[in-house]
């Protein structure tokens, strides 16, 4: 009869000794898919961050690009309506200087225009040259009072100049020329006009 205890509990002894690997095993098994499952989830997590990194930057620099866009498209528009606004001043500046010359007032404006192109002139004497409208206003008594206020003796050329209005002024010696006129004085101008244009322009944003 102690055979079969003995088989009886040797049986009993390998199933329990089964039962322990295959309970160590499953454990085992468990805790490598849990880890499967944590390091697959780590790597989606870190893949998912990586691609809305991606993303992210790929929007910024789309934006970027967008409001580099819009900042330069402005930047042209305010361009050029400051340029079409300048146009239009010295369209109505030359306009103005046109409307003067045909004034009662042009003469004495005239006589000013002269006084500073020979002061900027070497020598006690000096040449004028205007157009062909102006030369009656050039007279003897106009080159008088010029050289009497400019201690510079006043002569005018007899042949006239295709100008708009003011006057050109030589040395004695005729090798030096200055430019005054108005077409000449406007171009002198276009610097300041601009920059008083430019500071409207602040004004109003």
């Not at 780590?42 to 991606?54: F, I, P, R, S, V």
């Not at 030359?94 to 409307?99: G, Y």
């Not at 006057?167 to 101008?189: G, I, P, Q």
Request: aromatic share 4%; hydrophobic share 40%; with cysteine.
């Amino acid at each position: 009869m102690a055979l079969p205890d003995q088989n009886a509990l040797l049986c009993r002894a390998i199933q329990n000794k089964g039962q322990t690997k295959s309970q160590k095993i499953l454990s085992q098994a468990k805790k490598q898919a849990q880890r499967i499952v944590q390091d697959a989830k780590q790597q989606a997590d870190n893949e998912l961050e990586q691609h809305l990194a991606t993303l992210k930057q790929d929007a910024f620099q789309q934006a970027k690009k967008l409001k580099d866009g819009a900042t330069l498209k402005a930047r042209q528009l305010l361009l050029h309506a400051k340029e079409d606004v300048m146009q239009e001043l010295l369209v109505e500046t030359r306009q103005q200087l046109e409307q003067i010359s045909k004034e009662t007032r042009y003469p004495e404006l005239l006589k000013s225009i002269v006084l500073q192109a020979i002061s900027e002139l070497p020598g006690n004497e000096a040449w004028i040259q205007v157009r062909e409208c102006d030369q009656p206003l050039v007279n003897e008594s106009f080159c008088h009072d010029i050289s009497a206020l400019s201690n510079t003796s006043v002569h005018l050329l007899p042949e006239p100049k295709s100008i708009t209005g003011g006057c050109l002024a030589y040395s004695f010696d005729k090798r030096l020329l200055v430019d005054f006129s108005f077409s000449a004085l406007l171009t002198r101008a276009h610097p300041h006009l601009r920059e008083l244009l430019a500071q409207e322009m602040v004004k109003d944003q």
